[in-house]
């Protein structure tokens, strides 16, 4: 008796799911083709939760006491087929939009994908055990990994949905864009020059050449001039005894939580007197000045970490503290100044505010500075889009390559954003 | 290197007698401050005093326009040609000052003189010695021109080297005028502006409704990111890279991006929306009040939860597996085993994540500014900053706001530092 009250749960939680991933399969599949091939596939939603059910109930049923696997093929199969029939049922014989036996071939493997689709993510969070025996434990299992299939869905599409957007929407044209907002197909026989005839623009007319020659200058010397000052600043506090040194380490942290606006009217006005803000001098003053805290509490966090013996070995050995700096603490710690660097380098390329504030003349327009400076009625959005794709796809770059060193960097440094 | 200069070391000296620091000691000093003094430098130069600059800047009467000092504009104009000798050439100096409202003091103008001119007409304010005019003025009065005319005759001389124009020598003007920022003239209307405008209570609100909402988006978001990289699967790696994107992207990139997205009339968003029948009529998700606060909170969670789960999921990896084992003997579910072992565990990383990033959403300009410029119910306080200082063009009263910042932070610091983390390194 008590078994079958288990197994009425068991079926309104596989219901529940049959609807839920039946219904997420249908949305996520829909937007994704109307967004990658342009053709709008009108799917609903609520026939395919149905379907979802239906199939749920089907592949639940033809569990042989357990003695089939919960992913056996013949089991899969029937289900998935419940699947078709009942959406195509549910849609009157148009379940992707258009009549089945317009495209038929397409449409049944569409139909046996989403199923699939539907029934594996079903199988997947009851697990390799399969729906029977549901206690308190299982039920919650099986919720936890529902709320993670959908978490995975739900993060992909955030992150990933905004940068397609952005790549696509550089290559198209602008009556193309305000014609059909969701058509981010491109045509890709229209030849080299049209399809990035964007960026061909953003290099002929706009400079940005000259943007991201300045944008490399300007993050290469702020991140030489971050390291020559925040290694021996770092070392400083990570080694020698002087007074004031725990107020010190600790006042970097103060330093993190200065905002960049409340510098930029006193800099702004003492820089226009100075004849240095509307100079690419000015910036690389005042990007130093933003990461040196940020480096020196990172690598003074990794100098503590570095057995002292070494250093003292050398100090006896005659070295003097700075050789000893130079040829025991630095090559020592080459992957955490290598993280350090990287990360300065992101932070001054990034860098949008006193870029923006600074920099009148486009002779000096750092890249970001160049983006904004495509942000009017006059330009058309895909050049704008085509300059946003510019500027992060270095950042992007480094940041794939380099990704251990980052990581490292970001979580010991608990970085500025 | 080791020795900062005679003066400070002598400071040194004091310090280490007063202390009974043995010499040994006292090079190891002088040597840390050696080697913090480039980062103390610049600290001080770009941080420390900019941020002090902000409460004299708050009441002083100063606006975009009078940052430049005023200094003499002089033009030469001369009237008549000279063909042949004998003939006269009228030369009038029209001097005045650049600023609409500050005088010059002192102001001295110069010009040289081709050779062979016989001076018919001086202006009294001027003397002429050989071919150098010199003229001094006492005071130029703004909005006011000040005229001096001269005449002269051409001799022989002047033909006989090459008849050259008297405009080839260019005027100079020197002059001494206040500096807006150094003199002594004080007010406080900026602060009376700032608090008087009924949008001060908006302002506050605002930023307190952002800050919260964005912060507690990110960490939320962050924490349920987290719970997803704890399942070992094939492309772990690459889908942890892929979740930081939004933090290490460029701001203005993905803030354009998000603007193209939701635009009302032809954004994506927004045509998704219509086309699948979830609502009826576009929503103006940036420009309309209440929505546009909502999604500016909706972009801090976005772009920042990467940060929350890099660290709460480092925490994770670190915690102990026998524990799970444990309660899963005992009989726990998986719910209970979050709540009762992952989150006391969690709740340090997770309550330091949430004071540090409050603090810096707190601080956040760039993405409000590139996403809504502070309109529709959007204006934090950073945003105002600008809109003060640079959009109404009133230096003072935006830094009358930076002032307001710099105390609502310090209680926050101070918050942070009474109950923050204790432990090193975070």
Request: aromatic share 12%; glycine share 8%; charged share 15%.
């Amino acid at each position: 008796m008590r078994g079958a009250v288990m197994d009425k749960r068991a079926f309104a939680l596989g219901g529940g799911l049959g609807l839920l991933w039946g219904f997420i399969n249908a949305v996520v599949f829909g937007v994704a083709v109307t967004l990658i091939f342009g053709t709008s596939a009108t799917l609903t939603g609520g026939a395919a939760a149905l379907a979802g059910l239906a199939a749920t109930l089907v592949w639940m049923l033809l569990d042989g006491k357990g003695a089939v696997s919960a992913f056996d093929k013949r089991r899969l199969a029937i289900s998935v087929l419940t699947f078709a029939i009942v959406l195509s049922l549910a849609t009157f014989f148009s379940p992707l939009g258009f009549a089945l036996g317009d495209r038929p071939l397409g449409a049944l493997l569409t139909l046996a994908a989403l199923g699939g689709a539907t029934v594996a993510a079903v199988a997947c969070c009851f697990g390799q055990a399969g729906w029977r025996g549901l206690r308190r434990y299982k039920f919650e299992l099986v919720l936890i990994r529902t709320l993670k299939g959908f978490g995975f869905v739900f993060f992909s599409a955030i992150v990933v949905f905004p940068f397609y957007a952005m790549l696509m929407t550089s290559f198209k044209k602008q009556s193309e864009l305000l014609a059909n907002p969701l058509d981010y197909s491109i045509n890709l026989s229209q030849g080299f020059a049209e399809l990035f005839s964007s960026y061909i623009e953003l290099f002929m007319d706009f400079n940005f050449g000259r943007f991201i020659l300045i944008s490399a200058l300007v993050s290469v010397i702020t991140v030489l001039l971050t390291l020559a000052a925040s290694i021996p600043g770092a070392y400083a506090i990570a080694r020698l005894r002087f007074p004031g040194r725990t107020a010190f380490s600790r006042s970097i942290l103060l330093i993190y939580m200065v905002p960049a606006i409340v510098l930029v009217i006193p800099l702004y006005a003492v820089f226009s007197q100075l004849g240095l803000r509307d100079s690419l001098l000015g910036l690389v003053i005042v990007y130093p000045a933003t990461t040196i805290p940020v480096a020196l509490y990172m690598l003074q966090g990794y100098f503590r970490g570095l057995p002292a013996e070494l250093e003292e070995a050398g100090l006896m050995d005659g070295c003097t503290r700075l050789g000893v700096i130079w040829r025991i603490t630095m090559p020592l710690s080459l992957p955490a100044i290598a993280s350090v660097a990287l990360y300065v380098f992101m932070i001054a390329w990034n860098e949008f505010l006193f870029a923006f504030m600074f920099l009148d003349s486009p002779e000096n327009f750092t890249l970001s500075r160049g983006v904004v400076s495509l942000n009017s009625s006059e330009v058309p959005r895909q050049h704008l889009m085509a300059g946003a794709v510019i500027v992060t796809v270095p950042v992007l770059v480094i940041f794939l390559w380099f990704e251990r060193f980052l990581v490292t960097g970001l979580t010991a440094g608990s970085v500025k954003g | 290197m080791s020795d900062i200069s005679t003066r400070s070391a002598s400071d040194l000296d004091l310090i280490a007698a007063a202390k009974r620091i043995g010499p040994i000691a006292l090079r190891e000093m002088r040597l840390a401050f050696a080697m913090l003094a480039p980062t103390i430098l610049i600290v001080l130069a770009i941080v420390l005093i900019p941020l002090a600059a902000n409460f004299w800047i708050s009441v002083k009467p100063i606006g975009l326009a009078e940052l430049r000092a005023a200094a003499p504009l002089v033009r030469e104009r001369e009237r008549g040609t000279l063909e042949a000798v004998g003939d006269t050439i009228t030369v009038e100096y029209r001097v005045r000052s650049s600023s609409p409202s500050e005088p010059v003091t002192e102001v001295v103008i110069f010009d040289t003189l081709p050779p062979g001119l016989e001076p018919v007409e001086t202006a009294p304010e001027c003397v002429l010695t050989g071919a150098e005019i010199r003229c001094e003025l006492s005071i130029l009065e703004p909005k006011i021109q000040t005229r001096l005319n001269f005449a002269f005759t051409a001799t022989q001389a002047y033909f006989d080297t090459g008849a050259p124009r008297l405009r080839d020598s260019d005027p100079t003007a020197s002059g001494e005028s206040d500096n807006v920022l150094t003199n002594f003239e004080f007010t406080l209307d900026n602060f009376a502006k700032v608090f008087d405008a009924d949008e001060f209570w908006e302002v506050l609100w605002v930023s307190f409704v952002y800050t919260l909402g964005g912060t507690l988006g990110a960490l939320i978001l962050g924490l349920f990111a987290a719970q997803l990289m704890m399942t070992n699967f094939a492309g772990r790696g690459i889908m942890r890279g892929l979740f930081l994107f939004p933090y290490v992207s460029p701001v203005i990139a993905v803030a354009f991006t998000w603007v193209f997205l939701l635009d009302p009339f032809s954004g994506t968003v927004n045509a998704i929306l219509t086309s699948t029948n979830v609502t009826s009529e576009t929503i103006n998700f940036l420009g309309q009040r209440g929505n546009a606060l909502a999604t500016v909170i909706a972009f801090e969670a976005w772009r920042y939860f990467p940060l929350a789960f890099l660290f709460i999921l480092a925490r994770m990896q670190s915690l102990a597996a026998d524990l799970y084992e444990a309660a899963e003997m005992d009989g726990a579910t998986p719910f209970q085993m979050f709540l009762h072992i992952s989150l006391p565990q969690l709740i340090g990383i997770m309550s330091t994540l949430f004071l540090l990033r409050f603090i810096w959403t707190f601080n956040k300009f760039d993405d409000i500014f590139l996403l809504t410029g502070g309109a529709s119910g959007t204006r934090t306080f950073t945003v105002n900053v600008y809109e003060q200082a640079f959009a109404i063009s009133n230096l003072g009263a935006g830094a009358a706001v930076a002032v307001c910042i710099f105390f609502i932070l310090a209680g926050f610091v101070t918050l942070y530092f009474k109950y923050g983390p204790k432990e090193e390194g975070m």
